[in-house]
């Protein structure tokens, strides 16, 4: 079995976005400081700092014009508040009414999306860090000023290393889908594993299926909405347009391989094959792994002889075993299915030779264009005050949010007050970070931030301790700053591992660093989860439960939309692509949000994890229905039959679109009973093939059944 080794592991790091990300945040942050610093002007140069700091906070990867217009806004904002804090902070009463309008005002900003919150965290940040900070008017604007410098350097910065290499953001978010999409593969693999736990597998294989639709959404969203690329002015767009479409086009193969693999080891187990395609599989994920660092490397790809002689090995296997089944010692059925199952291999494999294909041409001029509709599958914000005013309800989960963000805000100023520590700050910092919207992220953000202080204070206490030069600390300052901005979309706890040391070393370059600085630091930041803790539970609490029939809802008829576009494919000879790829693609999305929704409700308390029995059920048919939908699909399109009455399947086609609309009315309406819905027989439709002859009708088939299974849960399910 073949391992991705270290060195690859910790190059594909180096070369990633995280990595990108770090260093551009810590050149930012921290050449200010160091270049005023050689003029005695290190005050000057932190307060610099700040400013890249806190507009560093919105430059999350992203087309380039949300991420310049999003830093131009904060830049304003933050020179504003700046300002209006630094005037204010002397009267307790007042900046805390004022934190507390800001603090509302700015976590509405949820309802406008991910970026237009982090504007809101960004000029919150300014404002937190200014309270304590009392100096004469005069100083104030000069303050404020020098974090306007820092935040347009910051800016300037950001937008210089765009231009210089403008797609490689795209390259490197591109392949990070590529890498998720082969660990896709190998969970999927574990299916063909002896003694394999299948409830875990297909609970990981759900996470991966998020994080995939999640990284996808992202490349589309930097593709489709980079200029450089819908033009097709270049070859490298065109490429990077290419490779995107057929990794999309390969996941959806992936998906639809979906069987009753306890059948299949109970079959074939005796037999020795299965272990078979558990390697051919992974040797098809470790290529995919080839691409992805390719992609980032800029290298060229050379697809591997062993994956070629494992499939034409599984080939013969699977040939020699039908030739030798002449005493049915193996069900006929359990047969034609590893044949789907090693075609579909087949075609992934012949995808994926298309993709490494793509590369010998990459910077060639003859590089054909992607047959993309690229408006259609891009999303717009709309930032209209009316989205805000409709919101200023109750019912809605942001606005719940802002009222807690702000009663936890003001509670965490007041408890700064009393307490009167040196960097009390941090109390009201620890809050700002962790709350969200709902309980178990607030719940997940908590542990991870309580765990990363506490270590990462140790750490730097005993580098403090021990290491005195100011040369070997500067480096270990440098590599922390990197880690910690490297990681903080990757992985929070770590990010502030690093985070730690790296405050704690700073403050002791200050003349303020000691023992009794990281007691503090450790004592706010617990003091601050607490708070915010409580209030996630407490005050105005929002339950992953309240959104369910929504995500459930969507969930069908995405699901709907999909099929009645697949069948197009058999009842219809006019066909539109670009409709079928959107239906596609809103299945990815409604199961990506009904998973990652299912995923939190484990995190609260159980009185509040309604229908978790069920829910769990419904999520797994759900995905099993968009695989048997993917899969006959991908018949049409990629298998021969022979079957061709397609006017006697129309019947079990309408009844499945039936099912699952009565599945709909039964969670939005709350129905109590089962009503009588027939299942409609091939047989008794007079669709006449023997068994397993042809798979088209049986797929038909199989779709109608699981969305009779569904039907029948959604009576079950009241929310």
């Not at 007050?417 to 709902?438: A, E, M, N, R």
Request: glycine share 4%; hydrophobic share 45%.
């Amino acid at each position: 079995m073949q391992i991705r080794q270290p060195i690859r592991n910790i190059q594909d790091f180096l070369l990633s976005t995280y990595f990108a990300d770090g260093l551009r945040i810590t050149i930012g942050v921290l050449l200010p400081s160091l270049i005023f610093a050689q003029f005695s002007l290190l005050k000057y140069g932190m307060t610099l700092s700040l400013g890249a700091l806190c507009v560093s906070v919105v430059d999350s990867p992203g087309p380039m014009v949300h991420r310049r217009n999003a830093m131009l806004i904060t830049t304003a904002l933050i020179f504003t508040f700046s300002i209006i804090t630094g005037l204010t902070n002397k009267n307790h009463y007042f900046i805390g009414f004022l934190l507390a309008v800001s603090s509302f005002v700015f976590s509405m900003f949820y309802i406008y999306g991910i970026r237009a919150a982090s504007v809101g965290t960004a000029v919150l940040l300014i404002m937190v860090l200014s309270i304590d900070d009392i100096r004469p008017w005069q100083e104030v604007l000069l303050h404020a000023a020098l974090v306007l410098a820092g935040s347009l350097w910051y800016t300037g910065l950001s937008y210089f290393v765009y231009r210089l290499r403008p797609f490689r953001l795209v390259q490197q978010s591109l392949s990070d889908s590529i890498l998720e999409v082969a660990e896709f593969l190998r969970e999927k693999a574990k299916f063909y594993h002896q003694n394999n736990n299948y409830d875990k597998t297909y609970s990981e294989l759900l996470q991966l299926q998020v994080s995939v639709h999640e990284k996808q959404d992202a490349v589309r969203e930097l593709l489709f909405r980079t200029r450089e690329i819908v033009r097709d002015s270049t070859p490298e767009g065109r490429f990077l347009l290419l490779v995107f479409v057929d990794m999309v086009d390969l996941f959806e193969q992936v998906m639809s391989t979906y069987y009753n693999y306890q059948q299949l080891h109970d079959q074939f187990d005796k037999a020795g094959i299965l272990s078979d395609y558990e390697m051919a599989i992974k040797r098809i994920s470790y290529a995919l792994d080839d691409i992805a660092f390719a992609l980032k490397s800029g290298g060229i790809p050379v697809i591997s002889k062993r994956l070629l002689i494992e499939i034409e090995r599984l080939k013969i296997k699977i040939n020699h075993l039908e030739k030798n089944n002449q005493n049915q010692e193996y069900n006929t059925l359990g047969i034609i299915a590893l044949k789907n199952i090693e075609v579909n291999i087949e075609n992934i494999l012949a995808r994926v030779k298309t993709i490494f294909s793509y590369f010998k041409i990459r910077n060639s001029k003859d590089i054909r264009k992607a047959e993309v509709d690229t408006e259609k599958f891009i999303t717009r914000q709309k930032f209209d005050f009316n989205l805000f005013t409709e919101n200023l309800t109750y019912t809605s989960s942001t606005f719940r949010h802002s009222l807690r963000v702000t009663v936890v805000m003001l509670l965490g100023f007041i408890v700064a007050q009393i307490l009167d520590f040196s960097h009390s700050y941090w109390i009201l910092l620890t809050i700002l970070v962790i709350s969200k919207p709902g309980f178990s992220l607030t719940k997940e953000r908590n542990y991870q931030r309580l765990i990363g202080t506490t270590v990462g204070a140790f750490i730097g206490m005993g580098v403090i301790t021990y290491i005195h030069d100011r040369n070997t600390l500067f480096v270990i300052l440098l590599f922390c700053m990197i880690g910690c901005y490297s990681f903080q979309r990757k992985n929070y706890v770590v990010s502030v591992l690093f985070m730690t040391p790296y405050i704690l070393i700073l403050f002791d370059f200050l003349g303020m660093g000691s023992i009794a600085l990281a007691r503090e630091r450790i004592y706010d930041t617990f003091i601050g989860s607490g708070i915010a803790l409580l209030a996630s539970y407490s005050l105005f609490p929002t339950w992953e439960h309240e959104k369910l029939k929504e995500a459930m809802v969507d969930m069908l008829k995405a699901n709907k939309a999909y099929y009645e576009q697949v069948i197009k494919l058999y009842f219809e000879k006019n066909y539109n692509r670009t409709e079928y790829k959107l239906a596609r693609k809103e299945v990815y999305v409604s199961t990506a949000n009904l998973a990652s929704l299912f995923q939190r409700m484990f995190s609260e308390p159980k009185s509040k994890q309604l229908f978790i029995k069920e829910v769990h059920q419904f999520t797994a048919l759900s995905h099993l229905l968009s695989s048997y939908v993917a899969t006959l699909s991908l018949y049409n399109k990629e298998h021969q039959f022979i079957f061709e009455s397609f006017e006697t399947l129309k019947p079990i086609a309408n009844n499945t679109n039936y099912l699952l609309d009565a599945s709909i009315d039964n969670l939005e309406q709350g129905k109590e009973a089962i009503e009588n819905v027939p299942l409609i027989r091939l047989n008794d439709n007079g669709v006449a093939i023997k068994k397993g002859e042809d798979l088209v009708p049986e797929q038909f088939d199989l779709i109608q059944k699981v969305a009779y299974d569904i039907y029948k849960l959604s009576v079950k399910i009241r929310l």
